[in-house]
C-alpha cells in the first residue's frame, strides 16, 4: 500500500520559513517524479514544484522561484519543500504527489498517488 505522509506546515508570519517533509512508502520510486501542489479555498490545486529521482531534476512554478526549493533524499524516501520568504498569498494546503515521471510534471492529474496534505497559513 502506497503512502505519502507529510509533516511541516504551520503558522508563520510574512517573510518567515517553514520546511515541508513528504515520506513515501509501499512501493520503489527511483523512476517516478515527486512533487507539492497547493490549493487554497475556492482555488484550484495548483503546481508548486518537482523533483525527479532520476537524473536529480527540480521544476519551480514562476511564483516560488527564488523562495521555494524542493529536494530529495532517497535513502529516505523522503522530499522536502523548503520555503522562504513566505506571503500571505502562499497560504494554503500542500499536499505531496508521486507519478511516473511523463514530463508534464506540473498536471494534477499525472500524479497516481497523493498525499492528506499538511495547512500552510502566512499571517501579514
Known amino acids: 500500500q502506497v503512502q505519502l505522509v507529510e509533516s511541516g506546515g504551520g503558522l508563520v508570519q510574512a517573510g518567515g520559513s517553514l520546511r515541508l517533509s513528504c515520506v513515501a512508502s509501499g512501493r520503489t520510486f527511483s523512476s517516478y517524479a515527486m512533487a507539492w501542489f497547493r490549493q487554497a479555498p475556492g482555488e484550484e490545486r495548483e503546481f508548486v514544484a518537482a523533483?525527479?529521482?532520476?537524473?536529480?531534476?527540480?521544476y519551480n512554478a514562476d511564483s516560488v522561484k527564488g523562495r521555494f526549493t524542493i529536494s530529495g533524499d532517497s535513502a529516505k524516501n523522503t522530499v522536502y519543500l523548503q520555503m522562504n520568504s513566505l506571503k500571505p498569498e502562499d497560504t494554503a494546503v500542500y499536499y505531496c504527489?508521486?507519478?511516473?515521471?511523463?514530463?508534464?510534471?506540473?498536471?494534477?492529474?499525472?500524479?497516481?498517488?497523493w498525499g492528506q496534505g499538511t495547512q500552510v497559513t502566512v499571517s501579514s
Open positions: 523533483h525527479t529521482w532520476t537524473g536529480g531534476s527540480t
Open positions: 504527489a508521486a507519478g511516473p515521471y511523463s514530463g508534464n510534471y506540473y498536471r494534477p492529474g499525472e500524479y497516481q498517488y
